[in-house]
């Protein structure tokens, strides 16, 4: 397992080394409070944060950490068990520029990278300039960061608020999925009802908003396996069904036949429901596809008597090879909204089969459904289906270029390469933790993903990645 941090003197800092500033991300004008440092305008603004100390690691480092002189005679560094200060003595930033050296002008704060050297910072007209903000007013540059720093505190907040208002819509789904499944035998017509109404309300949230965003809802409602897949099926049908341009009532049924696709489970026992595909028996196999001739029965016992919603709950295990079930269907003749319906099953169940150990990752999942399982599906639909949820997909474990972890939270879908990632980072409260939209980061991209088995424990307990990954759509509003 890689190693934790190390604490180091700051003057041992250098380029390669990843870093953690120990305090919260709104204190300080990086965008991130842990980060790969790549230049020496860094090493300057945070020289000029005061701090005497920092916490590097190891693991997420290119470079090793600069040799203090054999002859220095400052205290040596605290152990790594010694925890950082969380609120160090600061001192004013750099003044002369927002960070970086005019190429033609000396750098008060030129700092030497050269193996063996103690790093020195030179005296100038900004440690002056600094020494006298209690009397002098703050340059422009000082009030562009404080600006930039409120500006961002109030954009990360904004997004907290939307996650807030996608948790509770989430939970009021979840919780219309339970009662309606609790209404199925004794009130079919209050469960149609509730049935149209969740999907009518979900419909209605992903046209209100020109560009929905995929969000990753961290529930932990217990024994909830069942009506997350079917929320989960429900949200990526229609989020595909929106980006194939379908009308509000073609939403309408696609949505309701996603919704109560396996409804014909209820009639299973509860151990066949349970067992995935390779552990069921042949008499096993039999019983369980009978589930969408129970699913057609239980839909018109509801008062559902659409084709097209009754075509995706008695279709929905065809494939586009003709292997599949319950009457070997083919190509067109599998109606567009079962063949959606299809995808999104078949994407959750391999992020959340019932032996968790077998689970993929949702870009594993999405990798696996086009390299080996593509003559099942709707290959433009899946293309389609792809695109819409990006290579990085909410719940996705990610190395960012500047060596940080984070999770994928949030796609969206016009913009795929650039989703919101919470980074890992416990040096910071995780309340607090930084969740960073890529596209105000232009120079911080995702180089790969990852598993969990590739983050230190810390981390990975501080991300807290379920093996569940819930879906639900929000709103973008804007940077």
């Given at each position: 397992?890689?190693?934790?941090?190390?604490?180091?003197?700051?003057?041992?800092?250098?380029?390669?080394?990843?870093?953690?500033?120990?305090?919260?991300?709104?204190?300080?004008?990086?965008?991130?409070?842990s980060f790969r440092v790549s230049t020496p305008a860094q090493i300057a603004r945070i020289r000029a944060m005061g701090i005497t100390h920092i916490?590097?690691?190891?693991?997420?480092?290119?470079?090793?950490?600069?040799?203090?002189?054999?002859?220095?005679?400052?205290?040596?560094?605290?152990?790594?068990?010694?925890?950082?200060?969380?609120?160090?003595?600061?001192?004013?930033?750099?003044?002369?520029?927002?960070?970086?050296?005019?190429?033609?002008?000396?750098?008060?704060?030129?700092?030497?990278?050269?193996?063996?050297?103690?790093?020195?910072?030179?005296?100038?007209?900004?440690?002056?300039?600094?020494?006298?903000?209690?009397?002098?007013?703050?340059?422009?540059?000082?009030?562009?960061?404080?600006?930039?720093?409120?500006?961002?505190?109030?954009?990360?907040?904004?997004?907290?608020?939307?996650?807030?208002?996608?948790?509770?819509?989430?939970?009021?789904?979840?919780?219309?999925?339970?009662?309606?499944?609790?209404?199925?035998?004794?009130?079919?017509?209050?469960?149609?009802?509730?049935?149209?109404?969740?999907?009518?309300?979900?419909?209605?949230?992903?046209?209100?908003?020109?560009?929905?965003?995929?969000?990753?809802?961290?529930?932990?409602?217990?024994?909830?396996?069942?009506?997350?897949?079917v929320l989960n099926v429900t949200i990526l049908s229609l989020l595909l069904g929106r980006v194939l341009d379908l009308d509000e009532a073609a939403?309408?049924?696609?949505?309701?036949?996603?919704?109560?696709?396996?409804?014909?489970?209820?009639?299973?026992?509860?151990?066949?429901?349970?067992?995935?595909?390779?552990?069921?028996?042949?008499?096993?196999?039999?019983?369980?596809?009978?589930?969408?001739?129970?699913?057609?029965?239980l839909c018109r016992n509801l008062g559902i008597t659409d084709t097209e919603v009754l075509a995706i709950v008695h279709r929905h295990h065809e494939?586009?090879?003709?292997?599949?079930?319950?009457?070997?269907?083919?190509?067109?003749?599998?109606?567009?909204?079962?063949?959606?319906?299809?995808?999104?099953?078949?994407?959750?169940?391999?992020?959340?089969?019932?032996?968790?150990?077998?689970?993929?990752?949702?870009?594993?999942?999405?990798?696996?459904?086009?390299?080996?399982?593509?003559?099942?599906?709707?290959?433009?639909?899946?293309?389609?289906?792809?695109?819409?949820?990006?290579?990085?997909?909410?719940?996705?474990?990610?190395?960012?270029?500047?060596?940080?972890?984070?999770?994928?939270?949030?796609?969206?879908?016009?913009?795929?390469?650039?989703?919101?990632?919470?980074?890992?980072?416990?040096?910071?409260?995780?309340?607090?933790?930084?969740?960073?939209?890529?596209?105000?980061?232009?120079?911080?991209?995702?180089?790969?993903?990852?598993?969990?088995?590739?983050?230190?424990?810390?981390?990975?307990?501080?991300?807290?990645?379920?093996?569940?990954?819930?879906?639900?759509?929000?709103?973008?509003?804007?940077?």
């Open positions: 397992m890689s190693q934790g941090p190390v604490r180091i003197d700051i003057r041992q800092i250098r380029p390669g080394l990843y870093i953690s500033l120990g305090e919260r991300w709104i204190d300080h004008d990086f965008l991130f409070n916490d590097y690691w190891p693991s997420r480092s290119t470079e090793q950490p600069l040799d203090l002189p054999a002859d220095d005679a400052a205290p040596a560094p605290p152990t790594a068990a010694t925890p950082l200060d969380p609120h160090p003595a600061k001192a004013p930033p750099d003044l002369s520029t927002d960070g970086a050296q005019s190429a033609s002008s000396p750098d008060p704060a030129r700092v030497s990278d050269e193996p063996g050297r103690t790093p020195q910072v030179s005296p100038g007209p900004a440690r002056a300039a600094a020494s006298r903000l209690s009397t002098e007013p703050v340059p422009s540059t000082a009030q562009d960061d404080e600006r930039e720093r409120a500006a961002r505190a109030v954009r990360v907040a904004a997004r907290r608020v939307e996650l807030a208002r996608c948790e509770r819509n989430y939970r009021r789904s979840v919780d219309a999925v339970r009662q309606l499944m609790g209404e199925l035998f004794t009130a079919p017509r209050e469960a149609n009802q509730r049935a149209e109404t969740l999907v009518g309300d979900i419909v209605t949230d992903l046209l209100s908003s020109p560009h929905a965003v995929v969000n990753l809802m961290n529930d932990a409602v217990p024994d909830a396996a069942s009506r997350h897949h939403l309408g049924r696609l949505g309701l036949g996603a919704l109560l696709h396996d409804l014909g489970k209820a009639m299973l026992p509860q151990r066949l429901q349970r067992l995935d595909p390779e552990q069921r028996t042949r008499h096993e196999e039999s019983a369980y596809r009978l589930h969408v001739d129970h699913g057609v029965d494939r586009m090879d003709g292997n599949g079930f319950p009457d070997g269907l083919s190509g067109d003749a599998i109606g567009l909204s079962t063949r959606i319906v299809a995808i999104a099953n078949r994407f959750d169940n391999l992020c959340h089969p019932f032996d968790t150990a077998r689970a993929l990752t949702p870009a594993e999942a999405l990798a696996a459904m086009y390299r080996r399982e593509v003559q099942a599906f709707d290959s433009g639909l899946l293309q389609r289906f792809i695109r819409a949820l990006g290579v990085w997909p909410p719940g996705t474990l990610v190395q960012l270029s500047n060596g940080a972890v984070g999770l994928v939270t949030a796609v969206l879908p016009e913009d795929t390469l650039r989703p919101t990632v919470m980074v890992g980072d416990p040096s910071v409260p995780r309340a607090e933790a930084l969740m960073v939209d890529l596209r105000e980061a232009p120079d911080v991209r995702i180089e790969r993903a990852l598993r969990p088995a590739d983050l230190e424990p810390e981390v990975l307990a501080y991300l807290s990645p379920r093996s569940s990954h819930p879906w639900f759509v929000g709103r973008d509003e804007g940077r």
